[in-house]
């Protein structure tokens, strides 16, 4: 089992930057690969990025690819999203989530998911 927590949301100007962190709680955090996904209004949830686990292989979404950074800290239980060069079109909830699949990009892959966090992206 493991309890995942999204914290980082907020408003930003685009163009702006901000850092997304995830804290996740239980002995087996290392074991599994790491995902951020989003959902905007009115949208489905969708994958934008992977780390494996143990931080040597990533994956991202061809939206967010160059602008959007995944790593892990095991020591730490944590996964962190750097997003720089925030477009309006990323404003989403963006939420962490857990698998035994690397670079998994459908959400039934996932079995454990955070609450979320805002992101809001203003023009």
């Known amino acids: 089992q493991v309890q995942l927590v999204e914290t980082g949301g907020g408003l930003v100007q685009a163009g702006g930057s901000l850092r997304l962190s995830c804290a996740a709680s239980g002995h087996t955090f290392s074991s599994y690969a790491m995902a951020w996904f989003r959902q905007a209004p009115g949208k489905e949830r969708e994958f934008v990025a992977a780390v494996n686990w143990n931080n040597d292989n990533t994956y991202y979404a061809d939206s967010v690819k160059g602008r959007f950074t995944i790593s892990r800290a095991n020591a730490k239980n944590t996964v962190t999203l750097q997003m720089n060069s925030l477009k309006p079109e990323d404003t989403a909830i963006y939420y962490c989530?857990?698998?035994?699949?690397?670079?998994?990009?459908?959400?039934?892959?996932?079995?454990?998911w955070g609450q979320g966090t805002q992101v809001t992206v203003s023009s």
């Open positions: 989530a857990a698998s035994s699949l690397f670079a998994a990009v459908t959400t039934t892959s996932y079995p454990y």
